[in-house]
């Protein structure tokens, strides 16, 4: 599996580390197994304040869905560009693939936009990443896009493609049944670590959504050494 893992001791070779602030550590979140995150050439780099937001909030979408990303950013002079990897293309800017606006990245998902999306700078430092999820299936699941602090409610919601949406749904942590909702969502009520895990969903007569990650992080440290590894996707 693929995501991210506190460290304070060794580093293997084929990974490099950031020192990150606690905001910056709170809007790190999981990667897409198909494709990596670059870092600066240097191992160690201080990520100047950059945030990527995305409209709807949803690391899941249905095929044709219309989704907006943006880079925000406290120096402008840094030069913040969105970029992505998917299984289609590495690195590549909204001009190729989405239409610009602005600050933003206006696109209609397929399925090959599935992928991670950050937002890099001139000097190579890179924001959190969202990795965003497309499906041509009848059912998603909507959760958070980037960690939940402890002690907060997380809301997440089963969604059916075709009307109506909100219908009753069963959910799912890594592959224990948890719930069923006749409403279609779920609140998780002072989430803390042990409510991190892969959640799905599933809408009778219309089928499960493809897992999710939700991520909780707490506030307890100033600064943390994270330590980024994916699966050799050559294999």
Not at 119 to 138: E, K, L
Request: with cysteine; hydrophobic share 30%.
């Amino acid at each position: 599996h693929s995501g991210y893992k506190h460290t304070h001791a060794r580093q293997p070779v084929t990974e490099k580390c950031c020192v990150l602030s606690r905001d910056q550590l709170l809007n790190s979140g999981p990667v897409a197994q198909t494709a990596h995150v670059p870092t600066d050439t240097d191992p160690c780099v201080s990520v100047p304040p950059a945030r990527l937001t995305v409209s709807p909030s949803s690391s899941q979408l249905f095929e044709g869905d219309s989704v907006s990303l943006s880079c925000e950013e406290d120096d402008s002079s840094a030069g913040w560009t969105l970029r992505r990897n998917t299984t289609r293309d590495t690195r590549t800017q909204c001009e190729d693939w989405g239409e610009p606006a602005g600050s933003s990245c206006n696109l209609c998902v397929l399925l090959m936009d599935s992928g991670v999306y950050w937002c890099q700078s001139t000097q190579g430092a890179t924001s959190n990443s969202i990795n965003i999820t497309v499906t041509g299936g009848a059912v998603i699941l909507q959760s958070p896009v980037l960690p939940v602090m402890e002690g907060h409610d997380v809301t997440v919601r089963c969604e059916a493609r075709s009307p109506p949406s909100s219908l009753p749904a069963a959910f799912y942590k890594d592959g224990s049944l948890i719930g069923a909702e006749p409403t279609g969502h779920m609140t998780i009520r002072r989430v803390s670590k042990a409510d991190e895990g892969l959640y799905t969903c599933n809408i009778s007569g219309h089928g499960a959504s493809p897992p999710s990650w939700l991520s909780v992080t707490g506030i307890s440290s100033q600064t943390s050494v994270f330590q980024m590894w994916w699966p050799d996707t050559s294999l």
